[in-house]
C-alpha cells in the first residue's frame, strides 16, 4: 500500500463552501477526496506538456461528434427536401409545357428573389410580385405561348 502524507492547505470560507458545494459533480464525498481528484488532474495537465492541449482533444472529439450529428441531420432533411421539389416540379412538367426561354428567365428571376430574401420566400410574395420576371409571364399570359 501507498503511505499516505498529510499536509495542511489554506483556503478561504468562499472557496471551501463552493468546494462543498461541487463534491456531488465530482463524484467525492470528502474535502480530502476534492483535493486529491483535483491535484491528479492538475498533475495530468502538467504531464501533457502542452498545457493548452490538455483539455483540447477532449473538446474537439464532442464538437466532431455533435458537428457530425447535426450534418447527418441536416442531409436526411435536404434529401427530403429534394424529393418533395422533385415530386413538385415532376406534377408541374406533367400539367403544362414550358419553353426553354421562360424558364430561363423564371430560373434567373427566383434567384434573385431568394439571394434578395435571404431564402425566406412566402408564396403569399410570390402572388404580389409586383417585378414581373419575365416579358412572356406564362401565368398571367394565359399560357397562351407557352
Known sequence: MDKKYTFTVRMGEKLKEEIRENFDEAHVRSLNAFVLKAIDFYLGYLRQGKNLNYISPILASSIKSE???TEQNLSEIIFKMAVQLS???????????FQPEYLEELYRWCAEKVASTNGIVSLQDMQQRENVYTDYDYFNSGGGDY
Open 67 to 69: 458537428i457530425k450529428s
Open 87 to 97: 415530386m413538385l416540379t415532376q406534377v408541374v412538367a406533367d400539367d403544362h409545357e
